[in-house]
């Protein structure tokens, strides 16, 4: 069944499109209605059928441009940094060229600039030949001298190279007697008789103290 319904002329009796206002076999123009071919034809039903058709015919359509939007739309981006894994303390795993073996963590300890190794805090060793007392520029021959209660001097010495770099240590054998300080100043602060001792390097001086 066409959807342009045919009409039957009224003269020949043959059928033709109902477009036409006549009829192609003999040329009579066809009435206002035409005859029909069949009293069974229905012209408005085959266009309400060939209407249906074309609105399936869209909504198909329409529905697969849908469909292939949302396939688009549901494909996962693709990670940039594809060689990031996670870490934990018992594997380590990294990105080829920067191997580590599993369970090895990288020592990122960074000493600081002004610590030294244990060899350069070590005093230089000289060959120390003699040290000597000395008071206001003069060697105490002797290495005995005299002080009252309340009494400051100031001892210094010298040594054999002169430049070695040593630490000088300065001891008293009482200090309810005599103090003396890490420069050598020596004060004495009770009676009696006791021993100053410097040391520099591995030699060590001895010397008489009298506070009276």
Not at 27 to 32: Q, T
Not at 36 to 60: T, Y
């Amino acid at each position: 069944m066409g959807i342009i319904s045919e009409v039957k002329c009224g003269r020949c009796d043959r059928r033709y499109s109902g477009f036409r206002s006549r009829c192609p076999y003999c040329g009579a123009r066809r009435n206002k209605r035409g005859k029909h071919a069949d009293d069974s034809d229905n012209s408005r039903g085959k266009l309400i059928v060939g209407a249906l058709l074309l609105l399936i015919l869209i909504v198909a359509i329409v529905v697969l441009i849908v469909t292939s939007l949302g396939e688009k739309a549901e494909k996962p981006a693709s990670s940039k940094n594809e060689n990031i894994v996670d870490v934990n303390d018992d594997e380590v795993t990294t990105v080829p060229g920067n191997e580590t073996a599993p369970g090895q963590k990288e020592d990122t300890t960074i000493p600081p600039e002004n610590e030294k190794k244990p060899e350069e805090n070590k005093q230089p060793e000289v060959e120390l030949n003699s040290v000597t007392l000395t008071y206001n520029g003069y060697a105490l021959e002797d290495l005995d001298f005299s002080m009252s209660v309340g009494e400051t001097l100031k001892l210094d010495y010298v040594t054999d190279p002169e430049d070695t770099g040593l630490k000088a240590k300065w001891e008293s054998s009482d200090q309810d007697v005599f103090i003396v300080k890490s420069d050598g100043t020596v004060t004495a602060v009770g009676e009696g008789t006791e021993t100053l001792t410097l040391t520099v390097g591995d030699i060590s001086v001895d010397c008489i103290v009298r506070v009276n």
